[in-house]
């Protein structure tokens, strides 16, 4: 079975832009959750979506956004990028309805640098 | 903001050595868990400990769970080389709540 698959795995950008992660979950879950690691602030929860909705939102400003097909397949979006943004995102899948009451398995993480 | 703490925040031991890491959290939970991860990677779930439970193995780990002290502990016996990464416990409240990861600790395993 593969794991979870999450593109681009690095990419630099400049304070301004916007930026598009993706992350393809492993094959029949449908709990997604994103997380942003920063060496300062460590795990920081972005995210969780299910069957397409958004069930929980961390506290990130309006700029960060995400999304979740119908595949399960899910993006996020940042807009407007900042120097602080520049973190490794990693994104979560989970076979269980509710991501917090059974194990995650992350992706490698997509590296963004913002200059 | 975090639930656990992990302590301590860095561990250097020789390899064949246990290592012996804490986790305290805040307030009440469904389970408890930890991951590890090597430098610049995704996290790799190791153990999950559920409310209801005390103790639980797998392979070389063993981790502890007192939930009336708010406190999990994760112990990685005949270290190696190899287990050289940080390790984070992640609480679980249950519900519609969202996993909650701690700042992680560093451990060093001197070949």
């Known amino acids: ?115 | 903001s975090q639930q656990g703490e992990e302590d301590p925040q860095a561990l250097s031991i020789q390899e064949g050595e246990n290592a012996t890491m804490n986790c305290s959290y805040k307030t009440s939970i469904n389970n408890l868990q930890w991951y590890r991860q090597n430098s610049g990677r995704g996290l790799v779930h190791l153990i999950l400990i559920r409310s209801n439970e005390r103790e639980k193995h797998s392979g070389r780990l063993r981790v502890t769970l007192d939930t009336s002290k708010k406190s999990s502990s994760l112990l990685i016996t005949a270290s190696r080389a190899a287990d050289t990464a940080s390790y984070f416990c992640a609480t679980g409240q249950g519900g519609s709540e969202k996993l909650v990861f701690g700042k992680g600790m560093k451990l060093t395993v001197n070949p």
């Open chain 1, 1 to 115: 079975k593969a794991g979870v698959t999450q593109t681009p795995r690095y990419l630099i950008k400049t304070r301004g832009q916007q930026v598009t992660l993706s992350c393809s979950p492993i094959s029949g879950h449908r709990s997604v959750s994103w997380y942003q690691q920063t060496p300062g602030q460590g795990l920081q929860f972005l995210f969780e979506y299910f069957s397409e909705t958004q069930r929980n939102k961390g506290n990130f400003p309006g700029r960060f956004s995400g999304r979740q097909f119908s595949n399960s397949r899910s993006e996020m979006n940042v807009s407007t990028l900042e120097l602080g943004d520049s973190a490794l995102y990693l994104c979560a899948s989970s076979p269980t309805a509710l991501a917090n009451t059974g194990e995650l398995f992350f992706g490698e993480g997509s590296r963004l640098t913002v200059l």
